[in-house]
C-alpha cells in the first residue's frame, strides 16, 4: 500500500463517523436548543462580519444555514397547525 492510499483510507476513517446519525435525547427540547444556536451563530457570523473579523463567505454560510432552520421551523408548525385542525374536523 502507497502512501497515498494509506492517508485516504485515514481520512474515510475519521470522516465515516460523521455520516451515522447522532441519537437524539434531547428531543423537542434539543431541536429548539439546535434552532436557537443556529440563529444565535448566524448573528454572530453578521457581526463579525461588520466590524472586518469574518470574511463575506462565512456569512453566506451562516445566512443560507440560519434560512433553513427557519424553513425547517416554519414547516413544522404548519404540520403541527394542519394536525391540529384535521383533529377539530373530527366528529365526536
Not at 470574511?55 to 394536525?83: C, F, G, I, N, Y
Amino acid at each position: 500500500m502507497d502512501i497515498t492510499s494509506g492517508l485516504a483510507a485515514h481520512a474515510y476513517a475519521r470522516a465515516r463517523p460523521a455520516t451515522q446519525p447522532e441519537p437524539q435525547a434531547g428531543g423537542l427540547r434539543g431541536l429548539a436548543q439546535d434552532f436557537t444556536d443556529v440563529l444565535n451563530a448566524g448573528d454572530e457570523t453578521a457581526r463579525a462580519t461588520m466590524t472586518g473579523r469574518a470574511d463575506p463567505h462565512a456569512l453566506v454560510q451562516a445566512l443560507s444555514a440560519t434560512e433553513l432552520a427557519v424553513e425547517t421551523a416554519v414547516t413544522l408548525r404548519d404540520k403541527v397547525v394542519e394536525a391540529y385542525q384535521e383533529i377539530l374536523r373530527m366528529p365526536v
